[in-house]
């Protein structure tokens, strides 16, 4: 299948950024802009296009374990916002950056990046969480956290005169300490007053559009299994009622795939679905989506955004058409009381239609902290309600009977 990886990674960190202004408060496109700054100060050393690329990548997926890292810090009753809004240091980064690097290690760029994430909170003078000096941390993790540290600092994406001057103040107090003279020396060099000062107003993913080779590349059926993976772990980490749902419904609908025999080539795609089919509830507020008590309606309207948001986090991913199109319809009916396009049966294709059934199968019978899960013979009689009443295909419903009744 060919993707561009840039893409899905521009289309991925806007998720993530999404769920780091949710629990941190930081400022949207965080990602997109430290990759940004990356690329550009890359160009200080020499680095080939595919470098600069492969920088940005892991810029893009610096704090991919944000939301894994938050969960488990707040379920021990450390208030990261508070932290943050007071200027202070989070604790036990190393695990944040530990939980990032092992997240990359099975994608496809993962060999010409390693360290980057794992050491980007690295400071020059060794007082990091890992305590390397910057001689002994991958220059790729040096440039990040320089990008990054800025970032957070002065908010590049909101609008205030004489930030390159309080940046220069500021790298030039860090020398030796939080980063070495040779980036500081090589961003200095590289990003200038005008693009520091234009990223309030320009949005990272077309600045790193016009910096960067545009590739498509022919990713394998396991380059897409790896993929599929990393998505589906960031999307179940957002919420702990749907902690398995996104990685439950990406098996299951391989399975029907091979069910039907559908050939490899499509179920692969079919699986890359399942797995991003929730991606969209990254956006969603953690307040609405972690709610302990029931919904009022406007909550309730509100979280069904969520297919609305997959689908345009990945409708901008070229190559992703057919996958963008089965992730974001999970949640229509064949009656049309379905969201977020309210089609028709008309509308929805045989893969549509499954998708759909295979979610609603994975929620039945998946444990949640309220209940458990069902039997696979209570979630097909319910199923099979929604086939009489217009709702769903009755035929899909009975092969997944078929398929999955041992």
Known sequence: ?????????????????????????????????????????????????????????????????????????????????????????????GTHC??????????????????????????????????????????????????GVLDLRFSYGTSEVGKFDRTHAFLEGGRGRLFSDEVVDAFEERVTPGMLEGLDTTHPDDLLHYQLPYVEREYGNDDLTHIADFFARITDYKSRFTHDHSQGVADKSRAMAQFYGLGDDLAAKIYLAGALHDIGKLIISEDVLEKPAALTHDEYTYIQTHAWYTFEILRKVAGLEDVTRWASLHHEKLDGSGYPFGK???ELSGIDRLMGCVDIYQALTEERPYRGGMLHRQAIEIMRDMAANGKIDGAIVDDIDACFAS
């Open 344 to 346: 028709h049966a008309i």
């Open 98 to 147: 530990t939980l990032g690097e092992r997240n990359i290690e099975h994608m496809p760029f993962f060999p010409r990046v390693r360290g980057a994430v794992l050491y980007h909170h690295e400071n020059a003078d060794g007082s990091g969480p890992f305590g390397l000096s910057a001689a002994e941390t991958p220059l790729y993790a040096q440039i990040v956290h320089l990008c």
């Open 1 to 93: 299948m060919k993707i561009s990886m840039t893409d899905l990674l521009y289309a991925l960190s806007f998720a993530l950024d999404s769920v780091e202004h949710d629990l941190l408060g930081v400022t949207t496109y965080h990602a997109g802009r430290v990759a940004f700054l990356c690329a550009q100060t890359g160009r200080a050393f020499d680095l080939s296009d595919q470098q600069r690329l492969d920088l940005a990548c892991a810029a893009l997926l610096h704090d991919n374990a944000l939301t894994e890292y938050a969960k488990s810090e707040y379920s021990q009753g450390v208030d990261l916002l508070g932290l943050h809004e007071a200027g202070q240091s989070f604790p036990d980064l």
